[in-house]
């Protein structure tokens, strides 16, 4: 089909439609039984998506490769024909009715074009990452629907998969007419019936749902029996025939399986029954795993795909391994190149693990309205972008490397409306931040938070440019050295404590590691002025190490000594606790608390801590009065 085709086609179908409704308003028998209000409202609709489609066929943004796709969906959801021909026994109204419950519909093909549309008409694999109830399962009925089955199939993510005995081999031709039927007839689970007792269940659901693997494994060895029958024929003419000339697609199945499953080997006997071969032993097919029996459903139904499908999957790590589910589709995409795979599932691992845009449903209204969005490329990695662009609260990065670090535990507590990252350093909570409000899919904006990590206010000032702020201490950890803080979790506890004390031993402590505070001190000075400064272009290799030079000169590291060795004296002398805590960044002062509370390990200390802050309010308030307010006003909404 080519481009005058299409168009034409879809020109005709705008005819039928118009003469029809045109019919309807002569004909008051007819009129008053169907909804006219709601027949023109859907004409109205598919008169916008013929000029639609017309319009980006002309201008070239649909392929030529997907004509043919396309042709089958209007073929199958449009009317094709008008007058009809009214068939024996059947009513004028029934056929009328028919013709227009057809076109009231038409929003399923409306939202399947712009779905391929935005997906640029399923010319790469795609993987759609949502979140349970964000439509993917009935965004996946909705396209099987609209789908003909010349053009793809759709593989559902609940099944129901017993495998059969056959008494005898199928016959192929059957098993080919049940199989084409199975297609259109296997949609969802999301379906219900009435109960009469507690252990009723419907009969016919449970024959449909029971009957998948039947269909599948019907035809894969009715093809098998044809192809051995086949090569039996040639024999006994005295041709000379190889395993290529007999093999089938079950072969294929059992070799895909086989590579999967390790100490194992799937096989077909004598009596063309699937057999599971263990060592010197064997055992029936139907004593095989969840997993074992959704590699063969799988691998069945796309390698029995038509040429050029569009193989639609929901869940499709489902009842298997990661490493396995991984290596399954790997295998199914070779196998399959010429087909298109769209992906719809929830496992970012697995979304991670496919070479194929990416994109995420954003949004979905009942019944058949999504916004689907594709991922763009970006400093964060895939799988943590496909975790947060769904993500309906705003983000806060923080440094972590672990989902357990302090730092997610502690904003998770006072910041509960927010999605906390933790990312393994500072630069990197520093570049995602930067590159996810860069987003244009993005719906919520983020925020940094890092240790102060002996940065100057201006260094610090900047970075709130940026949405990325610190807290007026030094480390997460000194949150917890907080004077007001320990003060109040000692009567949480209902314990006595000499603060006094405590803090004199922390003064001593920062004294005894002054030396390698300084180092710190500098060694970040440093770090910060080759980050944040640049070297001056030069044009000579004389001119570059002038320049260096120049560069590494500006770095006066007696002075940066000096002047820091002189505050921290004047802080101590002072006693300044809360400019220590400020300023120090020194991890071993935290056991110095969990000591005076008689905690043998400064991690006892924390984790009491945090339920301190779970669970009083008091503890709250001391610790988000050490966040920037501009942070707080972005976090409330209320950021410019």
Request: net charge negative.
């Amino acid at each position: 089909m080519n481009s005058s085709d299409l168009q034409l086609l879809l020109s005709q179908r705008r005819n039928i439609i118009g003469s029809f409704y045109a019919e309807c308003q002569i004909d008051h028998d007819i009129s008053k039984e169907i909804d006219m209000k709601l027949l023109n409202e859907a004409i109205l609709r598919s008169n916008n998506l013929i000029d639609t489609i017309i319009g980006d066929v002309k201008s070239e943004i649909v392929p030529e490769s997907f004509y043919e796709h396309l042709q089958h969906d209007i073929e199958k959801n449009l009317p094709n024909k008008f007058p009809v021909e009214i068939r024996y026994g059947e009513s004028k109204l029934l056929s009328y009715q028919n013709i227009a419950d057809q076109i009231i519909n038409i929003d399923k093909l409306c939202e399947t074009y712009d779905f391929y549309k935005k997906l640029g008409f399923a010319q790469k694999n795609t993987v759609l990452v949502g979140a349970n109830g964000c439509g993917k399962t009935s965004l996946a009925n909705l396209l099987k629907r609209t789908l003909d089955n010349r053009d793809g199939i759709v593989i559902p993510a609940q099944k129901l998969l017993i495998l059969p005995k056959f008494s005898n081999t199928p016959n192929l031709a059957s098993a080919m007419t049940h199989f084409e039927r199975y297609q259109n007839d296997i949609l969802t689970d999301k379906v219900t019936f009435d109960a009469k007792e507690m252990d009723d269940f419907e009969y016919t659901l449970s024959q449909k749902y029971g009957s998948e693997m039947v269909k599948v494994l019907g035809i894969l060895l009715g093809e098998r029996q044809v192809r051995i029958n086949r090569g039996a024929a040639k024999v006994k003419e005295g041709k000379n025939i190889v395993f290529n000339d007999i093999r089938s697609t079950l072969d294929d199945v059992m070799d895909i399986w086989n590579g999967l499953i390790e100490h194992r080997q799937l096989d077909c006997d004598e009596n063309n029954l699937l057999k599971i071969r263990y060592d010197d032993t064997s055992y029936d097919a139907h004593e095989m795993s969840d997993g074992e029996r959704v590699i063969i459903y799988h691998t069945g139904r796309v390698l029995l795909a038509p040429e050029n499908s569009l193989i639609i999957v929901d869940e499709p790590e489902i009842h298997l391994h990661k490493t396995i589910a991984n290596k399954l589709w790997d295998a199914l995409e070779s196998r399959r190149k010429d087909c298109t795979f769209i992906y719809f599932t929830h496992d970012l691992d697995f979304a991670s693990s496919r070479i194929a845009q990416k994109g995420w449903i954003k949004e979905f209204k009942y019944p058949s309205n999504w916004h689907i969005e594709l991922i763009e490329e970006n400093a964060i990695p895939e799988e943590l972008q496909l975790k947060l662009v769904g993500s309906r609260k705003k983000i806060l990065f923080c440094e972590g490397d672990t989902q357990n670090s302090i730092d997610k535990f502690v904003f998770e507590i006072l910041f509960p409306d927010y999605t906390i990252q933790p990312v393994e350093s500072c630069k990197a909570v520093i570049a995602y931040t930067r590159a996810f409000n860069e987003l244009k899919n993005a719906q919520i904006k983020a925020c940094g938070l890092i240790d102060r990590d002996f940065r100057t206010e201006e260094q610090l000032n900047k970075l709130e440019n940026d949405f990325i702020y610190s807290y007026s201490v030094a480390e997460i950890e000194n949150l917890f050295l907080i004077e007001d803080f320990i003060v109040e979790f000692a009567k949480y506890k209902h314990e006595q404590i000499d603060v006094v004390a405590l803090k004199n031993k922390v003064f001593q402590s920062a004294n005894d590691d002054m030396e390698s505070q300084l180092a710190a001190y500098i060694t970040n000075a440093i770090n910060y002025t080759f980050t944040e400064s640049h070297i001056k272009r030069a044009d000579t290799k004389e001119k570059v190490s002038a320049n260096f030079q120049g560069f590494i000169s500006g770095i006066n590291i007696e002075k940066l000594y000096i002047e820091r060795k002189q505050k921290l004296e004047k802080i101590i002398l002072d006693r300044n606790y809360n400019e220590l805590i400020r300023i120090i960044n020194h991890k071993g002062l935290i056991t110095l608390v969990a000591q005076a509370f008689r905690y043998t390990r400064q991690k006892d200390y924390i984790e009491k801590a945090l339920s301190f802050l779970r669970e009083d309010e008091s503890g709250r308030i001391i610790l988000k009065k050490y966040f920037p307010e501009s942070l707080n006003q972005v976090l409330s909404g209320n950021a410019q």
